[in-house]
C-alpha cells in the first residue's frame, strides 16, 4: 500500500506569511493528489484536484505544486480564516488520507 | 446549491447493525458517483465506500469490507451505508460526499455520528 505523510503536523504562523505545507508520498502517485482544508466542527472542503488545479471559488492565494512523490500545498499571504486542519488524499492506487497539518496563527 | 444531509447515526452495541442515510439534492445526484469518508474523534479521514452512478460498482477498503455495504437510490437522489458487525474501532463521523468519478471529493455533507459502544 502506498502510505501518505504529512509535514508538519502543526504550523505557526502569521497574517500575512506564505507557508507551505508538505504531502509525501511512499511512491509515485503520478500527480492524483487532493487537498482539503478542514475548519473546526465543519466537514472537509475540496481545495486543489490533480496536485495543482484550484477548485471553483477557493481564493488564489492557495496554490499546489509538485510530481512524482512530494507535494506542496502554499498558502500566500496568511489570513485568519484560513485557521484549519489540512489533509492531503491520493488517488492513485485506492484512497488514502494524509495525518493533516493544523495550522494556526501566531 | 449542493445539499447533503446526513442522518440514522447514534449509540449501537458492538456487534449490531445500523443505517446511515444521505439525502442529497441541488445537482443530478444520479450522475455522480458518491461515497462515505468517516472520521474518528479527532482523528484523520479515512475513505470507507463508494459506488458508481448506477450502482453496479461498489468500492470498500479491506477495514469494512464484508461488513459494510454502500447503496443508492436514483429515484430519491439518496445513499445509504448498511453497516454490520459494529466494532468499537467504527466509531467516527461518518461524512457522505459527493464523487469525482471513484477519485476525490467535492462536496461533503455536515457528517453523522456513530458510537459503537456496550
Known amino acids: 500500500d502506498i502510505q501518505m505523510t504529512q509535514s508538519p503536523s502543526l504550523l505557526s504562523a502569521s497574517v500575512g506569511d506564505r507557508v507551505t505545507l508538505s504531502c509525501k508520498a511512499s511512491q509515485s502517485i503520478y500527480n492524483s493528489l487532493t487537498w482539503y482544508q478542514q475548519k473546526l466542527g465543519e466537514a472537509p472542503k475540496l481545495l486543489i484536484y490533480?496536485?495543482?488545479s484550484l477548485q471553483t471559488g477557493i481564493p488564489s492565494r492557495f496554490s499546489g505544486s509538485g510530481s512524482g512523490t512530494d507535494y506542496t500545498l502554499t498558502i500566500s499571504n496568511l489570513q485568519p480564516e484560513d485557521v484549519a486542519t489540512y489533509f492531503c488524499?491520493?488517488?492513485?492506487?485506492?484512497?488514502?488520507f494524509g495525518s493533516g497539518t493544523k495550522l494556526e496563527i501566531k | 446549491e449542493v445539499q447533503l444531509v446526513e442522518s440514522g447515526g447514534g449509540l449501537v452495541q458492538p456487534g449490531r447493525s445500523l443505517k446511515l442515510s444521505c439525502a442529497a439534492s441541488?445537482?443530478?445526484?444520479?450522475?455522480?458517483?458518491m461515497a462515505w469518508v468517516r472520521q474518528a474523534p479527532k482523528k484523520g479521514l479515512e475513505w470507507v465506500a463508494t459506488i458508481s452512478t448506477s450502482g453496479s460498482r461498489t468500492y470498500y477498503p479491506d477495514s469494512v469490507k464484508g461488513r459494510f455495504t454502500i447503496s443508492r437510490d436514483n429515484a430519491k437522489s439518496s445513499l445509504y451505508l448498511q453497516m454490520n458487525s459494529l466494532k468499537s474501532e467504527d466509531t467516527a463521523t461518518y461524512y457522505c460526499?459527493?464523487?469525482?468519478?471513484?477519485?476525490?471529493?467535492?462536496?461533503w455533507g455536515q457528517g453523522v455520528m456513530v458510537t459503537v459502544s456496550s
Open positions: 490533480d496536485a495543482n
Open positions: 441541488g445537482f443530478t445526484f444520479s450522475n455522480y458517483y
Open positions: 488524499q491520493k488517488y492513485y492506487s485506492g484512497l488514502t
Open positions: 460526499a459527493r464523487g469525482m468519478g471513484a477519485d476525490y471529493f467535492d462536496y
